[in-house]
Nanobody, 125 residues
Framework: QVQLVESGGGLVQAGGSLRLSCAAS????????MGWFRQAPGKEREFVAA????????YYADSVKGRFTISRDSAKDTVYLQMNSLKPEDTAVYYC??????????????????WGQGTQVTVSS
């Protein structure tokens, strides 16, 4: 059974930092894309960042570019999201996602086959 377990969310003041982790189990995703999405109350789930498989190419939403960094430890089947210079508008539930094969695009919800349960990130002003 595949599981993605996120951790690292919490409450932080504007300008602060958090590091999210997502550990996969049940199969390996080291060759395939993994990503982070977020969903604020009353809004659709939106793309935040993604990282390719073996090549490790990274992609970011414009709203987080320069502030967030996605990385992965393939040996541990874990993906990270380092979030710096946090803003109140970053407040949302953050979801980890993993794809079971190669995709032509990895910045959309439909590219992913597995999802974590989500972790709350709250940024106070």
């Amino acid at each position: 059974q595949v599981q993605l377990v996120e951790s690292g969310g919490g409450l932080v003041q504007a300008g602060g930092s958090l590091r999210l982790s997502c550990a996969a189990s049940g199969r390996t995703f080291s060759l395939y894309p993994m990503g982070w999405f977020r969903q604020a109350p009353g809004k659709e789930r939106e793309f935040v960042a993604a990282i390719g498989g073996s090549a490790g190419n990274t992609y970011y939403a414009d709203s987080v570019k320069g502030r967030f960094t996605i990385s992965r430890d393939s040996a541990k089947d874990t993906v990270y999201l380092q979030m710096n210079s946090l803003k109140p508008e970053d407040t949302a539930v953050y979801y980890c996602a993993a794809s079971k094969n190669y995709k032509t695009t990895i910045v959309v919800v439909l590219a992913y086959d597995y999802w974590g349960q989500g972790t709350q990130v709250t940024v106070s002003s």
